[in-house]
């Protein structure tokens, strides 16, 4: 599936993700407690004036990955209730690249369905971001190691 | 299978890595059997700016990650991934 493609379905969004959209998900007289995780592009003391992150994907991997992870978590939690959404291309600071809400009968099943969802997400799901930052200088964020320079372009 | 037969793989490089390469995407031909280990030495060693890429990277075979060591078939698609920095 491409850009042009994404659907209402699809677990990515190139627009702001609707929270609103999202806690309809997962709505249900059933469940007590919701839990909503916001991942928000950052510059803090240790990011050197990011401005935005671009984000990009292998976006089909994506989507399955995402599908596998749910129902991982699914299996772990039955009577939870969970929806996702993660952005893609530029976000500027403050704005958020990912959303995930999870909603179950008592809180505590809600807090460890989104907390597992998000760790897996930054092991399983394929996405790359890139920091783009005041001095015009662009840099590939490495999770694993250290921040690795890009020649600014155009 | 008919191992004398080549076997055709798409191969589909990521963010830093399609930098790296220029492009995102080349098609790979390998004796089989062959594992990802293999298409991953044939692309380093056939494109340019393949030597750029590291010997043992992240890799998916058909939407799904695989080690370097799992087998890959006539039309599979192996995706080379820089390490992983979503949400």
Same mark, same amino acid.
């Given at each position: 599936?491409?850009n042009?493609e994404?659907?209402?379905m699809?677990?990515l969004?190139r627009a702001?993700?609707s /929270?609103? =959209?999202?806690?309809?998900e997962?709505?249900?007289p $059933?469940?007590?407690?919701t839990?909503?995780? @916001? *991942? !928000?592009?950052?510059d803090?003391p240790?990011?050197?004036?990011?401005?935005?992150?671009?984000?990009?994907a292998?976006?089909?991997m994506?989507?399955?990955?995402?599908?596998? /992870?749910? =129902?991982?978590?699914?299996?772990?939690?039955?009577? $939870?209730?969970?929806?996702?959404?993660?952005? @893609? *291309? !530029?976000?500027?600071?403050?704005?958020?690249?990912?959303?995930?809400?999870?909603?179950?009968p008592?809180?505590?099943?809600?807090?460890?369905?989104?907390?597992?969802?998000?760790?897996?997400?930054?092991?399983?799901v394929?996405?790359?971001?890139?920091?783009?930052?005041?001095?015009?200088?662009?840099?590939?964020?490495?999770?694993?190691?250290?921040p690795?320079?890009?020649?600014?372009?155009? | 299978?008919?191992?004398?037969?080549p076997?055709?793989?798409?191969v589909?490089?990521?963010?830093r890595?399609?930098?790296?390469?220029?492009?995102?995407?080349?098609a790979?031909?390998?004796?089989?059997?062959a594992t990802v280990?293999?298409?991953?030495?044939?692309?380093?060693q056939?494109?340019?700016?393949g030597?750029?890429?590291?010997?043992?990277?992240?890799a998916?075979?058909?939407?799904?990650q695989?080690k370097?060591?799992?087998?890959?078939?006539?039309?599979?698609?192996v995706?080379l991934?820089?390490?992983?920095?979503?949400?």
């Open positions: 599936m491409r042009a994404l659907n209402e699809s677990y969004t702001p993700i /929270l609103d =959209a999202l806690l309809a997962v709505s249900s $059933a469940c007590g407690g839990c909503l995780f @916001l *991942g !928000t592009v950052r803090g240790d990011e050197h004036g990011v401005t935005a992150i671009e984000y990009s292998y976006e089909e994506v989507e399955a990955e995402f599908g596998r /992870l749910l =129902a991982d978590a699914r299996d772990r939690w039955p009577e $939870a209730r969970i929806a996702v959404r993660h952005r @893609l *291309g !530029t976000i500027p600071v403050g704005e958020a690249s990912i959303a995930i809400v999870a909603a179950a008592h809180r505590a099943q809600a807090f460890e369905a989104c907390r597992y969802v998000i760790e897996e997400v930054k092991r399983r394929p996405v790359w971001k890139k920091e783009l930052r005041v001095d015009g200088s662009e840099i590939w964020v490495d999770p694993s190691g250290r690795i320079p890009h020649p600014a372009h155009g | 299978m008919d191992t004398a037969t076997a055709r793989v798409r589909l490089f990521f963010a890595y399609a930098e790296l390469v220029g492009r995102s995407e080349v790979v031909s390998l004796p089989l059997p280990g293999d298409v991953v030495r044939r692309v380093r056939d494109f340019p700016g030597q750029a890429l590291p010997e043992r990277p992240l998916a075979v058909n939407l799904k695989a370097l060591e799992a087998r890959v078939q006539d039309g599979d698609e995706a991934l820089p390490p992983i920095a979503g949400g």
